[in-house]
């Protein structure tokens, strides 16, 4: 089945001067492999679009069944700098939420949020 | 030596919430009660401020509300205090804090200030390159504001051996703030890498208060936590060898699970193998997490690698103008009202000469937050800001955002919502870059005095 991020991971963001990170946690460890799989640093990328202007680097905490991303050249130029009213990217994460992944029918029990 | 000692978070940056502050030196049964208060701008508005304002202290502006809140408790259960709140002035915030101890009865309680990290005067000499961008850090010169070094935890350590109750510090990093009572009260070297991956690992962890309680994490119907108006501040309970519980003051909403606390270990985290902080390189990947009962985590196996021969600075310069403004449309039509704004504004910032570097108008509620990664089939909302924001060298040229804004009173489209301008619609850049100092070359003073 065909699902948004949103049902398999959580995610938060985080600033460091003009680089954002996007933490994607998958909401269990059943479910880390779909997203290690599909969710890449190209896609990643590709989804925000310009909102990201520079490169993607994607490290994968197979522990935490985590992928955490980091995003260069996303926040406008720096906290200081960004004309966007959410300068500190702390609304992010959110976008992700909506990348949609393919996720076979024996998992749907480890989804969240499907009703 | 004590087998466990128990450290609380008292705030996670300069405007956070008091009473979980309050309530964990009151309830938190706390050997250490840990306040940070800065972002990364913190020391540059301060010293702008205070060029402007000679009555601005230069330390945290909640100084006496925070301290007010926790000291009695604190002193009643000898619960020592480490806080960044000194900004730019910790030998000053160290004589308010005194100041109130003896308002409130406590006399001979021994307060450290730290010092030293601020390098402004010779921030040239001492670096080379900027990180972000490999110029030298020469071409700062013409606007450079201030520099400041992220100090590490080795001269809270020296305060707390010298008996110092309470401590405050300029600019520190976040995790040291929390791993220095670790190292004093275990003993720990400030070499002892394995041990100060750990340490710095459950600091990283408390450092941004709720976050890893059920702040900035509810998300209804996907991630719900209890009461997420009423959080309570972590608490870690530490082991000798840094093995740590986080919990929270029972009865307080939020939650600690192992949601909470993977979120917070991966923010503002790069490559999580490598965690660049003054005393240790942490290694998050190596952690074990496990709920051990309501609202309890054990967190234990992050490692750690030598600290690096050099100190990260902090460099900021005034770098312009932003002038921002925003006006409004609703009901049917409202987006198609919006476009017609903006092209408005464009072509009027043009008749005006507006010298910008960059010019942004948005939707709010369409795009303004997601900008170029919103969806292209997002649903047209109701209600619609037209939000506008232009970065500019001086300010009389931000001043003509508001003033075109202005001008779509009388001058714009039909059902133009819109504010008197009731503050000012400037504000200065400081742009913050940073670059590397080699360790030996920076000299942390600790000052002490008595209440």
Known sequence: MRVKLQHVAHARSGDKGNTA??????YAPELYPCLKEQLTAERLKAFYKGAITGTVERYAIDRLAALNFVAHGALGGGVSRSLCLDNYGKALSAAILGFELDVPDRLKTFLKGMT | MKKVIRIGAGSAWWGDRIEPAALNAEKGRLDYLCFETM??????????????DPTFPGYDTYLDERMKAVLPACMRHGTRIVSNQGWINPDGAAGRIACWLRTLGHRGVKVASVNGGLITDRVLELTETIMETGAPTATLAPSLISAEVYLGAEPIVEALRAGAQIVVTGRVADPSLFAAPMMHEFGWDAL?????????????????????????????????????????????EVEADGSATLSKVEGTGGAVNLMTVKEQLLYEVHDPANYITPDVVIDFTTVRLEEVGPDRVRVTGISGKPRTPTLKVSISCAEGFIGEDMFFYAGPGALRRAKLAK????????????????????FLGLNAIHGAATPADAPEPYEIAVRVAARTRTREEAVKVGREVD?????????????????????????????LVPRERIEPRVAYLES
């Open chain 2, 343 to 362: 092209r408005i504004l464009e072509e009027r910032f043009k008749i005006v000469g507006l010298q910008a570097e960059e010019v942004r108008i948005d």
């Open chain 2, 192 to 236: 002892d890498h394995r041990r100060l991956g750990q340490g710095n690992g459950i600091g990283h962890l408390m450092e941004c208060g709720a976050q890893v309680t059920g702040g900035y994490f509810s998300d209804p119907g996907f991630k719900d936590v209890p009461e997420p108006w009423n959080f309570g501040f972590p608490i870690a």
């Open chain 2, 407 to 435: 001008g779509m009173a009388v001058s714009g489209i039909a059902h133009t919502g819109k504010r008197v301008p009731h503050q000012d619609r400037t504000r200065e850049v400081i742009g913050v870059w940073s670059s």
């Open chain 2, 39 to 52: 972002a990364e701008a913190t020391i540059s508005a301060a010293q702008v401020r205070a060029r402007r």
């Open chain 1, 21 to 26: 990170n996007i933490a994607v946690i998958a």
